[in-house]
């Protein structure tokens, strides 16, 4: 059974570009996370989506950040325009349905990089 | 507001050694306790996991942790530290008042001298 999978595992991106992180949960899991860890930090709640929905999405900073979990597909963080501030790393965590979805698996994470 | 704290921001113990890294937290109700371990540039592994019942769990890799209520606490222990330990643990809490999210402590940093 393949655990989380996000994709690219390194990004970099120049002031001003978009970053698309995507993230593949496990099979039969149908809740996603988004989570971020700056640097010499624990990890931050940003998203969290099943299919077609955003849950909550208390964590995610008001502008530039978006993100969707389609009905088929990967589930999507989309950074406009980054800044310098984001660079991070970024991780997502699946969880199976019903009262077992606080035990959440992570994905290896994608670093981005803003120069 | 919850919180997460570990008080230990970097612990270094020799190999063969026990461990004991700390973590507490505030919330109002039973939580749901975790403890991930991170390799550097890896991902999060989960390393075991509260959410009822005997409050001594056992995880992997030889590690195990304890719920205490009285002290809102949730440490992690190993009886002998391997130099594979060496690494970033970080404790999690969940819990149902404040959504499906978990929140993290900062982490410690484990290091193992041989």
């Known amino acids: 059974n393949a655990g989380v999978m996000q994709n690219p595992r390194h990004l970099v991106r120049r002031r001003g570009q978009e970053a698309r992180l995507r993230c593949s949960p496990m099979?039969?899991?149908?809740?996603v996370y988004w989570y971020r860890q700056l640097p010499e930090e624990g990890l931050k709640f940003m998203v969290y989506l099943q299919k077609e929905n955003i849950i909550d999405e208390s964590g995610m900073p008001k502008e530039r950040f978006s993100a969707e979990f389609p009905k088929e597909g990967p589930s999507i963080l989309r950074i406009q325009q980054v800044v310098r501030g984001d660079s991070a790393a970024y991780f997502c965590a699946s969880s199976p349905p019903s009262r077992e979805r606080y035990e959440q698996y992570f994905g290896p994470g994608t670093r981005l990089t803003v120069t | 507001a919850q919180s997460v704290t570990q008080p230990d921001i970097h612990i270094t113990v020799s190999e063969g050694a026990s461990l004991e890294l700390r973590c507490n937290y505030s919330y109002g109700a039973t939580p749901y306790l975790f403890w991930y371990v991170q390799s550097p540039g890896q991902g999060l592994q989960l390393l075991l996991k509260y959410f009822s019942g005997d409050t001594l769990v056992q995880g992997i890799k030889g590690f195990e942790a304890e719920f205490k209520r009285s002290q809102s606490s949730f440490n992690l222990r190993k009886p002998s530290v391997h130099w594979s330990d060496a690494a970033e643990y970080f404790c999690?809490?969940?819990?149902?008042?404040?959504?499906?999210?978990?929140?993290f402590g900062a982490g410690t940093i484990l290091r193992v001298k041989s």
């Open positions: 999690a809490v969940g819990a149902k008042e404040y959504g499906n999210k978990l929140v």
């Open positions: 099979k039969g899991h149908s809740h």
